[in-house]
């Protein structure tokens, strides 16, 4: 119980640095800072998560989140909801590489690994369950968006955050909530930069009278 408060205070300067720092640095810090997490734990990687079970649970949540992306596609109305998403320049590279690297990894090890496994031993899973959703919730602040604007993003990633912690436990590892995590952001981006992209070949057609 006692590497709680040296884990925290390392997500704590990680996550400033984020705020803080150059973006394009954060696909090598996140790793790293992961890795650190990780040798200040002191337990096997198998113990915090780093193994290859609950396929089963991956497979499943993988299936369920894109198969909401493909209805949210096929509706009007999710397909503007997609269109509003952050955009970026160059989505495959941001889906996959700059989202796992820069995101999942430190995230699913630092919350759902080292900081979980850690509260699970002393407190339960369940206990860690909901101190492990709550500060993942509080992560997702945002100091520029306030107080107000960043209330739906932080109820919403603490939500997110029970579920995740839910398949660390059922599937005894890692591999089901990083994929979910992955296939949550890093889907999105593709999707969103796929309906930009069609909305602008629409929009062209119609200039072109097409």
């Known amino acids: ?92 590279l941001a889906a996959l590489v700059g989202v796992p690297l820069s995101t999942v990894i430190f995230e699913e090890v630092a919350f759902r690994g080292v900081l979980w496994t850690v509260l699970a031993d002393t407190h339960g899973p369940g206990w860690a369950t909901a101190i492990t959703a709550l500060l993942f919730g509080i992560w997702h602040f945002s100091p520029e968006a306030g107080f107000r604007r960043s209330l739906g993003p932080v109820a919403f990633t603490t939500v997110a955050g029970v579920l995740l912690a839910l398949l660390r436990h059922l599937s005894g590892g890692l591999l089901a909530p990083v994929l979910l995590h992955w296939t949550a952001n890093g889907l999105g981006i593709l999707a969103t930069a796929a309906i930009t992209r069609r909305g602008q070949d629409a929009s062209g057609e119609r200039r072109n009278g097409r």
């Open 1 to 92: 119980m006692a590497v709680v408060i040296p884990v925290l205070l390392i997500m704590v300067a990680y996550r400033v640095w984020v705020l803080t720092g150059p973006r394009r640095a954060q696909p090598i810090a996140g790793p790293l800072t992961a890795l650190l997490l990780l040798l200040l734990s002191g337990s096997p990687p198998a113990e915090v998560g780093l193994t290859l079970t609950g396929g089963a649970y991956a497979v499943s949540a993988v299936a369920s989140v894109a198969a909401v992306y493909g209805l949210a596609w096929l509706i009007p109305a999710g397909r503007r909801a997609l269109a509003t998403g952050r955009r970026y320049p160059r989505p495959v």
